[in-house]
Every structure is written in structure tokens, then in C-alpha cells.
């Protein structure tokens, strides 16, 4: 009995382990996916800014510290509202999608 | 986004249907001009004005270049969205129908009138176009144009790019690939150094050119049907290629070949490799193209041309910051055209259309231009065109033929056009020739000079 029950203690902790992380390994492709579509075009892959149209355009480098020291906040409204010549993207993506994105630049400097 | 849309004439349509084939060949390069148009649904699409993807319509900055690359899908405007789960399919369209307008006006002069016709020619219009230019799915997108010519009194499908883009990383680095189907060898370009894109942005359809061009030049465009593929590695190393077969929109189906000046046998084969480089202020492009065409004159079997044409061109774009960021653009191409006319040598009842079965023809043309802003740009460009003196191909004729045979052609073309904004465009466009038709003086045998067509154009263009 006292094996079954840890059997069944220990299934439920790998079952809950495995839906958690399916979840953040999820969210983080989503991110992705969201960063590829809307933002490589200017930013490239590595948030760098060295794609030839960001060159162009002097998109700024997302792994930077004058972007990385700026709240998620205004990560966000720059987002929402667009900055510069970046266009605002508040009408395609949603909140929690412009949340996403925020997550994932704030991780570009740790790729 | 620019559009070079070669328009076909009356005369042009005429030739097509009665005349040999290798005069059909000349009047269609006499009668296509270059028409350049942008287009504000992609403006409309992605909240960009139309100076981020142009230093001035239709020519592309590097955004413009890759937004064309990627499929002319990005976009920051809302769309129906339906996800991929299961067994279900996604969907992303936009929810503004991507359609455009333009509308252009001109006026026309040349300093001698031709022969027995008005000299100063008001076209209201000249050519109005629809276009279909935007997303169309993940991943699919188009610039889709149907024109009406005022000259043919009828609308009309003109250049058509469709493609599917993608990205994915090959060596470590990113590759930028699509699919694409056409009707225009080099209207899937991202430069303003080939043909479809290349200057003259617009010009007058009234005034006479020279004859002599080499196919690759505007002869197959919107006559082919052809499917491709692309790439570019690492930002810099682009690859094209696509496969022609001629279409002859509004010529009988199933194709006979009858009256038509080129009916393409098997597939042409067009290649395209261009290496690019992109710093904070300087753009550079090398690169070459070219196109193989097996043709019968007249019909689908029988014995053929064949038209060998291979090209090199530049591009190199300066931002000048100490110029308020004005931009100093200069652009060249090379196209030598090798050809055997085995199938319009032959006498088929009204005598031969070449005197000789071996040509050779070389373009070459370059032009340098300056944005200043987005409101003014000024471009001076020369051209030039010589190539084997035939008698037969290059007949005499009033206006538009040729005295001794030589294809031989060279001029200079200034233009100037003003954008009080940036989705209309009044220019004034002057082009002079010191030869045309091989000659100087009298080049036609009827006394006309290369001067007498020295022309004024201006342009009113409204693109919304």
C-alpha cells in the first residue's frame, strides 16, 4: 500500500513537472514565433539590429543595456504604440502577446 | 512598391497579330515603355509610410527589398487569425482587402512631330491600374496588376508576382527562400539595376524609341508564364531562378503560335545571382542575369530562333547624414544578347525576316540619381545599344525604321520628379538622342534625325 502510494505520489509529480514545462517550452515558442513574425524583419534573429533593413533603418540593438534597463512597461508601450520609424503593432498583437515579447527580449542577451 | 510595367501599344498589338516576327520583336520593344508604380495597400498593411520601403517609389530601400523578399507578408494591422491544432487548418488573412489605385496623366512632345500626327499629346489617362498587393496567408503574398492602357482603349493583366516566403538557417546562417510564379523575367528583382525595375521609372508611350532591344529587356514581359524559386544566404548571396513558357494573354487557347513573334519551345531557363551588402549609410549590389529562349516565329514547331541573353548590373546606395540622410544612388547593367534567328531567316511567303542567321546585340545604361529627402529626386542616366547590322531585321521605314540596317542607338535621359507628398508624383522627364536607328541624320531614309525625337514628357501620378 505504502508503495502504491508512492507510485502514484511519484506520477503525479512527473505529470505535473511535465505539464509545466510543456507549458513554459510552449509560451517560449509562441514568443518565438511572435518575434520571427513581427520583429526579425528589422531587429534580426539575435536582436541585434544587424539585419540589412535594420542597418537601414538603425534599428536599435534589443540586447543592449539602454534597452535591456528599460522597464517591461515601456518595453511594452514602445511595442503597443511603435517608437521612432518602428511601427506600432497594438492593433495586430494582443496584451498578453506584447507580454511575451517583452519575456523573450528581456531573455535575448542570455542566447 | 514600384512596378515596371512595360504597356503595350495599339501598334504594339497589331504587330503582334499581322506582322513578322522579328518586327513583331521591334515594334514591341518600340511601343514597351516603362511604367513605375508603388503601391500604398502595402503602406495601408504594415502602418509604414511609403519612404521606409522606398527612397523614392519604386525604388527600394534595403527594407523594401526584404519586405518583397519575405513575401510582401509583414504586417502590424489586425487580422482574422485561426490557429494550426490538430487536424484543423490555420488561417491568417487581412482584415482590409489589400487593393490600390493608380492614376496617371502626361503630356507628351517630341521636337518634330512624326509624320502626318499631333505633336503634344495629352494622355487623360495614360494608364490607370488596379492592383491586388498584400497578404494573402502566412506566408503567401502577391503584387497582382491590371492595367488600362488608353492606347488599346481596354484593361489589360499586367506584371503579376505570387510567392510563398519562408526562413530557415542553413550553416549557421539565415536563408530567406520562396516559390514564385510571374510573367516577367526580372519583375521578381529587388534591384533597380534589371529591366523591370530599371530607369526610366515611367516614361511616354507616344513618342517613338529605338528599335532594336534585347529580349530580356521588356520582350517577354507579361507574354510568359513562368514558375521559380529564390534565396538569400546570410543577408548577402541571392539566388533566383524560374522557368518561362509563353501565355499570350488574349491569344487562342491552346496556343498555335500564330502571329505571335515568340513561341517559346520547352522552357526558358532565367537565372539570377546578385551579392549584396547593406552598412549603416551604404548599400552595394553585383550581380548577373540572364535568360535562354528556343523560339519558333509564328507557330510551335518548325525551325527555331534561339536568344542567349546574359547581363551584369550594379546597384550602390549612399546615405549622406551630413544631408539631412539624402540619398546618392547609382545603377548600371550590361546585357549582351547572342542570337541565331535560324527560324526567321526562312522564307515563309512574304521573303526572309534576317539577312544573316547569327546577331549579337549589346544594352548597356546607367544612371545616377539624387533624393533629396522625400520630396525631390533628380536622375541622369545614358544608354546605349549597338548589336549586328541586318537590312532585313532592321528595315527602313518612316519614324521607326532604320536606313542602313544598324541597330546602333545612344542617348540620355534626365528626369526630375517632385513629391509634394509621398503617394504623388509630378515629373518632367527629357530624353535625347544623339543616334537612333544607326544613324545621326535622315537615320530612317525619309529625312527624319535621332534629334527629331528628342522629347518632353510630364507625368501627374496619384497612387492611393
Known amino acids: 500500500m505504502r508503495l502504491i502510494s508512492r507510485v502514484v505520489a511519484a506520477s503525479v509529480s512527473i505529470g505535473f513537472l511535465t505539464l509545466t514545462l510543456t507549458g513554459v517550452v510552449s509560451a517560449q515558442n509562441d514568443a518565438e514565433k511572435i518575434y520571427k513574425t513581427n520583429c526579425v524583419l528589422c531587429h534580426a534573429p539575435d536582436g541585434s539590429g544587424s539585419s540589412p533593413s535594420g542597418k537601414a533603418l538603425k534599428a536599435e540593438d534589443l540586447r543592449s543595456e539602454l534597452i535591456q534597463k528599460k522597464t517591461d512597461a515601456e518595453l511594452a508601450a514602445a511595442i503597443t504604440n511603435g517608437k521612432g520609424k518602428m511601427p506600432a503593432f497594438g492593433k495586430k498583437l494582443k496584451p498578453d502577446q506584447i507580454a511575451q515579447l517583452v519575456a523573450y527580449i528581456r531573455a535575448l542577451p542570455k542566447k | ?464
Open chain 2, 1 to 464: 512598391m514600384r512596378h515596371s510595367k512595360p504597356v503595350l501599344s495599339a501598334a504594339g498589338k497589331i504587330a503582334v497579330k499581322n506582322l513578322s516576327p522579328i518586327f513583331v520583336i521591334a515594334c514591341l520593344l518600340i511601343t514597351f515603355k516603362p511604367v513605375a508604380h508603388a503601391v500604398p495597400s502595402y503602406s495601408r498593411q504594415t502602418g509604414l509610410p511609403c519612404a521606409t520601403c522606398h527612397f523614392a517609389p519604386p525604388e527600394l530601400t534595403p527594407f523594401g527589398r526584404k519586405f518583397k523578399l519575405d513575401g510582401y507578408v509583414f504586417t502590424t494591422k489586425p487580422e482574422v487569425t485561426d490557429e494550426k491544432k490538430g487536424h484543423n487548418a490555420a488561417l491568417a488573412i487581412l482584415e482590409a482587402f489589400p487593393l490600390s489605385v493608380i492614376f496617371d496623366a502626361s503630356f507628351t512632345e517630341t521636337k518634330s512631330p512624326q509624320p502626318g500626327t499631333q505633336n503634344g499629346n495629352f494622355l487623360f489617362p495614360q494608364a490607370a491600374s488596379l492592383f491586388l498587393a498584400g497578404k494573402w496567408a502566412s506566408h503567401v503574398g502577391s503584387f497582382v496588376q491590371v492595367t488600362y492602357d488608353s492606347q488599346g482603349d481596354h484593361f489589360s493583366w499586367d506584371n503579376t508576382d505570387i510567392r510563398y516566403a519562408n526562413a530557415t538557417s542553413v550553416f549557421g546562417k539565415p536563408l530567406s527562400y520562396g516559390v514564385m510564379f510571374n510573367n516577367n523575367p526580372t519583375v521578381e528583382d529587388l534591384w533597380n539595376s534589371t529591366p523591370a525595375w530599371g530607369f526610366p521609372f515611367t516614361g511616354s508611350n507616344v513618342a517613338p524609341g529605338p528599335t532594336a532591344g534585347a529580349l530580356i529587356n521588356g520582350g517577354l514581359a507579361q507574354d510568359v508564364a513562368g514558375v521559380g524559386a529564390y534565396g538569400m544566404w546570410n543577408e548577402h548571396i541571392y539566388l533566383a531562378g524560374t522557368i518561362y513558357r509563353s501565355e499570350h494573354i488574349g491569344g487562342a487557347q491552346p496556343n498555335a503560335g500564330t502571329g505571335f513573334g515568340i513561341n517559346i519551345r520547352g522552357v526558358a531557363p532565367y537565372w539570377r545571382v546578385a551579392y549584396q551588402t547593406v552598412k549603416e549609410n551604404n548599400s552595394l549590389e553585383v550581380g548577373m542575369y540572364g535568360i535562354h529562349v528556343k523560339s519558333t516565329p509564328n507557330a510551335v514547331t518548325g525551325p527555331e530562333d534561339s536568344f542567349t541573353d546574359w547581363a551584369a548590373d550594379f546597384q550602390y546606395d549612399r546615405t549622406i547624414p551630413q544631408f539631412n540622410n539624402d540619398v546618392l544612388s547609382f545603377r548600371g547593367s550590361y546585357i549582351r544578347e547572342n542570337s541565331s534567328l535560324a527560324g526567321t531567316i526562312v522564307d515563309t511567303g512574304n521573303g526572309p525576316g534576317a539577312a544573316f542567321t547569327r546577331h549579337h546585340l549589346n544594352t548597356l545604361q546607367g544612371n545616377v540619381e539624387y533624393h533629396y529627402g522625400t520630396k525631390l529626386s533628380g536622375t541622369v542616366g545614358l544608354f546605349g545599344v549597338n548589336g549586328t547590322p541586318d537590312p532585313i531585321l532592321f528595315p527602313q521605314a518612316a519614324v521607326t525604321g532604320s536606313a542602313n540596317g544598324d541597330p546602333r542607338s545612344n542617348g540620355y535621359i534626365l528626369n526630375l520628379s517632385w513629391w509634394p507628398q509621398q503617394n504623388i508624383d509630378l515629373a518632367v522627364q527629357y530624353t535625347g538622342y544623339w543616334r537612333f536607328n544607326g544613324l545621326q541624320t535622315n537615320y530612317d531614309g525619309a529625312g527624319r534625325d535621332a534629334s527629331a525625337n528628342n522629347t518632353v514628357y510630364l507625368l501627374a501620378r496619384f497612387v492611393f
